[in-house]
């Protein structure tokens, strides 16, 4: 059975801060693909970020990063100089081989303080 | 617009009253799917289908049924709701799970009810 565990349930910043979100995860599938979505106040999902399990490389986008670690099984997320409108609950996931089933985690709420 | 469409966006209804929550996608998808999300749970898959009458059980189907009669639709149904069932309702569609996974899965509003 997959696993996706975000041990942090509440991160406080104040604006300007780096935050680092973190996200472990269990799989026995080889081949696999982890997410990360953010979920504003008004609550819709938004996709921020793909990644299979070949793919070890760091991804930067602005002001975010992901740092995939398949020896830690993790896949924390980095938002350099936070901004108030950051602020959300952030989830990691992942998926099955097949693409069927997709596990989340528990979430992560970032509140950034101006 | 690409879209996906829940209805109701908020019910509050009783213990033991069948309800249909309905979703309906409009970019010819032929997978779909309902989550229900709760704190510190994140999101938890219900059921998903793969195409028009092909169905299957997520991590937490108990006390949920859906149906997939035509391709744009997929409801979810609570026959005998109760309380534990108070939950924020996702669906979400996308094209064909591709083996790259490069297709983008869309979300819909959510959906939140409430059980008394």
């Known amino acids: 059975a997959q696993k996706v565990t975000q041990a942090q349930t509440e991160i406080s910043v104040v604006e300007k801060e780096d935050v680092t979100l973190d996200c472990v995860y269990e799989?026995?599938?080889?081949?696999?693909?982890l997410f990360w979505y953010k979920q504003p106040p008004s609550g819709e999902l938004v996709f921020l970020i793909r990644?299979?399990?070949?793919?070890?490389q760091n991804e930067i986008s602005g002001r975010y990063s992901w740092n995939f670690q398949k020896s830690t099984s993790s896949f924390n997320f980095t938002i350099t100089a936070s901004q108030v409108v950051d602020s959300a609950v952030y989830f990691c996931?992942?998926?099955?081989?097949?693409?069927?089933?997709?596990?989340f985690g528990g979430g992560t709420r970032l509140m950034v303080k101006p | 617009e690409a879209q996906v469409t829940q209805n109701p966006r908020y019910l509050i209804t009783v213990t033991g009253k069948k309800l249909t929550v309905t979703c309906s996608q409009n970019?010819?998808?032929?997978?779909m799917s309902w989550y229900r999300q709760d704190p510190g749970l994140g999101l938890r898959q219900i059921y998903y289908?793969?195409?028009?009458?092909?169905?299957d059980k997520g991590d937490v189907p108990e006390g949920y049924k859906v149906s997939r009669k035509e391709k744009r639709n997929f409801p979810l149904i609570l026959e005998s709701p109760s309380p534990n069932q108070t939950s924020l309702y996702f669906c979400?569609?996308?094209?064909?799970?591709?083996?790259?996974?490069?297709?983008?899965?869309?979300f819909g509003p959510g959906t939140r009810l409430t059980v008394l």
């Open positions: 996931a992942l998926s099955d081989n097949a693409g069927n089933m997709l596990t």
């Open positions: 799989t026995r599938d080889t081949t696999y693909y």
């Open positions: 979400a569609s996308r094209i064909k799970p591709t083996a790259d996974h490069t297709d983008t899965q869309y």
């Open positions: 970019m010819n998808h032929e997978y």
């Open positions: 990644r299979n399990s070949f793919d070890e």
């Open positions: 289908s793969m195409n028009v009458e092909v169905t």
